[in-house]
């Protein structure tokens, strides 16, 4: 990368951070190009990270919402890395601090001492706007027989709203459900009761857990400046209740 006049900097983030990498680990990494070259690196970035080593696929990110990552597989051995490009001014809003391996001019140092990262805390009220409008869905889901869906969707709710508040409780960061199991051990063994088998019985015992669970997760979070959906509750719940008296 040295030798590419438009890198300007390279950076190490994820479990590079907290120097918990293991083999298992990939290797999150952060190019930071000069203004000036964007669109050039951008463009050129798959033929770059061919140089980096025995390159066996790569792709962009645009399903996770990151259209500058690539996320690549090197090897053998196999080794999972994601290089994320960023331009100089993309560091200002950033979710961790990475460690900088390697700055051309300094320039990035500066840049990220400026202001601290800041990673998004779950938006409870976002979520207990929605959270009733989607157990209604589930229960439908569930009366129809489409497992598949409420399968899903349980996945969807461990990911989304459960994983990341049981993190933000624990004082870890809210990311989807890394690291549950080592952060939050008791919400974890909760958790698992809201894997369900493909089963209508099963499926409506765990959406079952994974509502108790919320309402616990809720009740510790900022309730005294939470709206409470009281009404779309009362209705979601018998509605629920309704369908799983059905299936037993």
């Known amino acids: 990368m040295r030798a590419n006049p438009g890198i300007v900097a390279l950076a190490a983030g994820g479990s590079f951070i907290s120097g918990t990498l293991d083999e298992f680990s990939d290797l999150d990494l952060v190019v930071v190009v000069a203004p000036t070259h964007w669109p050039h690196v951008l463009d050129d970035r798959l033929t770059l990270a061919a140089t980096f080593g025995p390159l066996l696929a790569a792709f962009t990110g645009e399903h996770v919402g990151e259209p500058r990552l690539l996320i690549c597989l090197y090897g053998p051995p196999l080794v999972h890395v ?107 063994r909760e958790l698992e009761a809201t894997i369900a088998r493909y089963d209508r019985r099963d499926a409506a015992r765990a959406l079952d857990a994974a509502i108790q669970l919320y309402l616990k997760l809720r009740s510790r979070g900022s309730a005294s400046l939470l709206v409470q959906r009281r009404d779309a509750e009362g209705a979601a719940l018998a509605f629920f209740r309704d369908v799983a008296g059905r299936v037993q």
């Open 82 to 188: 994601d290089l994320k490009f960023l331009p100089l001014d993309a560091l200002d809003d950033r979710v961790e601090d990475p460690v900088v391996l390697w700055d051309r001019t300094g320039l990035v140092r500066r840049r990220l001492a400026r202001a601290p990262a800041r990673y998004p805390a779950p938006d409870l009220q976002w979520i207990e706007d929605r959270f009733w409008v989607w157990v209604h869905y589930a229960a439908s889901k569930l009366a129809r027989g489409e497992l598949f869906e409420v399968l899903n969707f349980l996945g969807f709710l461990r990911a989304q709203v459960l994983g990341p508040l049981a993190l933000q409780e624990a004082g870890a960061q809210p990311n989807g459900v890394r690291k549950l199991e080592q952060y939050a051990p008791q919400r974890a």
